[in-house]
């Protein structure tokens, strides 16, 4: 495999000119640079490509041309302390085959912009950069902001319950949250203040402290949440709803886990698992679990009671799930 430590520095040293902070220029963030051009130990910076690559693709091309043997439960640090930031840099682009693809998507991909490309082609080469750095930092901002408003063009506007709009990132699984905010809320939860709304393509989700404070409630917002809460202050309810597109429903392992999260708070706790459509809600008959509700965005008007004895409501909670 030879000697790495020399390619790693040039890879280190041209994210330092890039002006990125200590934590981008580390070996893991050279090493993902080195997989997003495409560059082995023998070849030029001349020969730099841009491939569209997923994480799991980053993490098998270091171990097969670097020998780094990344984990499976280094990948998310792979992505939220390397690539997020290189994507807010300007420096890769995230899903440009996709921009409507769901960040928690696992094709989600990134790929080196065209004019980072063009600049890391002349490292190690005897051509002078500065002038080319220069360049590429004083575009760069002007870059970046064209990027986010496309983005932000992108993003699925939500009408909340109290008629304020917020927006959340692009894809599938949002486009359901948008219908369980305005479609389940409006019939269901008349009333009914929300809490949280998860997006997993913002470092900060729609997070209502300290409504969840005055509840007795303090939770990290960056945990494993139900992807919406809402509260019915005229029943003392809190609606817990999980949208089925991207992950499972409410099973009896989540029943579980969302009873300890929320067991200090006195409101009477009600689950929800939310579906595109009943087609996609058969799958998941079997999982399930008793003492919840079940609702399809293709059939708005309607709900599925699981044991029947309440009306979206809540149980008792010393009973077994």
């Given at each position: 495999m030879g000697d790495d430590?020399?390619?790693?520095?040039?890879?280190?040293h041209g994210l330092a000119l890039l002006n990125f902070d200590s934590e981008r220029c580390n070996e893991r963030s050279a090493l993902v640079l080195l997989a997003?051009?495409?560059?082995?130990?023998?070849m030029p910076w001349a020969e730099a490509t841009n491939p569209r690559?997923?994480?799991?693709?980053?993490?098998?091309w270091l171990r097969i041309e670097y020998g780094r043997d990344y984990k499976p439960n280094t990948r998310e640090t792979i992505r939220r302390q390397t690539l997020h930031q290189f994507v807010d840099a300007g420096l890769v682009a995230l899903n440009p085959d996709d921009p409507q693809r769901p960040i928690n998507s696992p094709k989600t991909c990134y790929q080196i912009e065209a004019s980072a490309l063009k600049l890391l082609r002349q490292f190690g080469s005897d051509v002078d950069l500065s002038d080319q750095l220069v360049a590429y930092l004083d575009e760069l901002p002007g870059l970046r902001a064209a990027y986010e408003q496309a983005r932000e063009l992108d993003q699925i506007q939500v009408t909340l319950p109290d008629g304020s709009a917020v927006r959340l990132t692009p894809g599938g699984q949002h486009v359901l949250l948008k219908s369980m905010v305005e479609e389940f809320?409006?019939?269901f939860t008349p009333g009914g203040h929300v809490l949280y709304v998860g997006d997993a393509g913002k470092d900060d989700p729609i997070f209502d402290a300290d409504g969840l404070a005055a509840l007795g409630i303090t939770l990290d917002k960056h945990g494993k949440l139900p992807d919406l809460i809402v509260y019915l202050p005229d029943r003392d309810w809190l609606v817990m709803m999980e949208a089925v597109s991207s992950h499972g429903p409410v099973d009896a392992k989540r029943h579980r886990e969302l009873q300890e999260l929320f067991g200090g708070?006195?409101?009477?706790?009600v689950y929800v698992s939310c579906f595109p459509s009943r087609a996609e809600m058969r799958k998941y008959l079997s999982e399930i679990a008793w003492e919840t509700d079940v609702w399809c965005a293709?059939?708005?008007?309607?709900?599925?009671?699981?044991?029947?004895?309440?009306?979206?409501?809540?149980?008792?909670?010393?009973?077994?799930?």
């Open positions: 430590g020399g390619r790693i520095d040039e890879a280190r997003l051009v495409g560059l082995t130990q023998s690559l997923r994480t799991v693709e980053i993490m098998d809320c409006s019939r708070t006195s409101p009477g706790l293709d059939n708005p008007t309607h709900l599925i009671h699981f044991n029947g004895e309440r009306f979206l409501g809540p149980y008792d909670r010393t009973r077994a799930s």
